[in-house]
């Protein structure tokens, strides 16, 4: 399946600012096998007056520019054309027990077992606490399977907590979530890591895209017509399946990946620090259509 994807930003702000430093992440990835970036267009307004094209360091392709002529507005608009062949589901039985999981990533060296350890610990926007680890039990029993583990604790999120964007905002924490058991792709995303997390297993925070549907097609996924999270776990043998708990489902031809971090602080699609500017607002488009 290809998709064509715009993502427009626009800044207001209430005065003039007159510097921005900024970054985006903007261009989604390649995924071997599953996903084929094949050209990706950003444009800013005002013109900045340098800008940057760098890797971090989870390997995300991410832009920096610097504005330092004064406005009163910026915009960025995004556009990309990516291929996606989704990976097929996991196979029910076939993922090791989470306990094994659990012990081996603590202890293996090797490159895709380091890579595996920086994503069970606490981050900027995640903390694993006992509630959370409790809930996520009930589902991780002993000997299971992880990923058939880690879908019924999506299918769980998706059926105990609501859709609901004007309960949260991005700096909502996770406990609070869980208490008023509604927020969104993100917050159910966090949620579902620091669960996994609470039981010493990897998971990452996936910021992506989902498949615009028209009305005449089938049912619009939530989270379309706007960025979209959800998140992945890992085997301890270098493998990685990802879970959208706000659809319950596992990603498939209709979900691209942007950038994935340990939270969404590590990959928010446009960032910045600006002088002046004060009040500002914000507009987000999203269009992803087939081609």
Not at 138 to 146: C, Q, V, Y
Not at 171 to 189: M, N
Not at 254 to 276: E, K, N
Request: include cysteine; charged fraction near 20%; hydrophobic fraction near 35%.
């Amino acid at each position: 399946m290809k998709y064509r994807i715009k993502h427009e930003t626009e800044y207001s702000y209430a005065s003039s600012v007159g510097v921005g430093h900024n970054q985006v992440f903007l261009r989604p990835r390649d995924l071997p096998g599953q996903q084929k970036c094949l050209g990706n267009l950003i444009d800013f307004e005002p013109v900045p007056a340098n800008s940057n094209v760098r890797h971090d360091y989870f390997g995300n392709q991410t832009t920096l520019f610097t504005i330092q002529e004064s406005h009163t507005h910026m915009s960025v608009v995004s556009v990309s054309e990516v291929e996606v062949t989704p990976a097929g589901p996991p196979i029910p039985g076939m993922s090791p027990p989470w306990e094994q999981v659990r012990d081996q990533v603590r202890w293996d060296t090797s490159a895709a077992g380091l890579e595996m350890l920086q994503f069970i610990y606490d981050s900027t926007l995640i903390r694993a606490l006992p509630e959370l680890t409790e809930y996520a039990k009930e589902s991780f029993t002993e000997g299971r399977p992880i990923f058939d583990a880690a879908l019924e604790l999506t299918h769980r999120i998706f059926t105990d907590f609501k859709y609901d964007p004007t309960t949260t905002t991005v700096s909502t924490p996770v406990d609070e979530v869980f208490a008023q058991r509604s927020g969104v792709c993100q917050d159910f995303s966090h949620m579902q890591i620091a669960m996994l997390r609470g039981l010493g297993l990897p998971a990452r925070y996936v910021s992506g895209y989902l498949r615009t549907f028209h009305k005449e097609e089938d049912p619009k996924l939530i989270g379309a017509d706007a960025s979209h999270a959800w998140l992945a776990v890992g085997d301890g043998q270098g493998n990685w399946t990802d879970f959208d708990p706000t659809n319950d489902q596992i990603p498939s031809e209709h979900h691209i990946t942007l950038a994935w971090g340990r939270d969404y602080a590590d990959v928010s699609p446009v960032r910045g620090v600006i002088i002046g500017g004060g009040d500002q607002t914000i507009d987000v488009r999203v269009r992803v259509t087939p081609i």
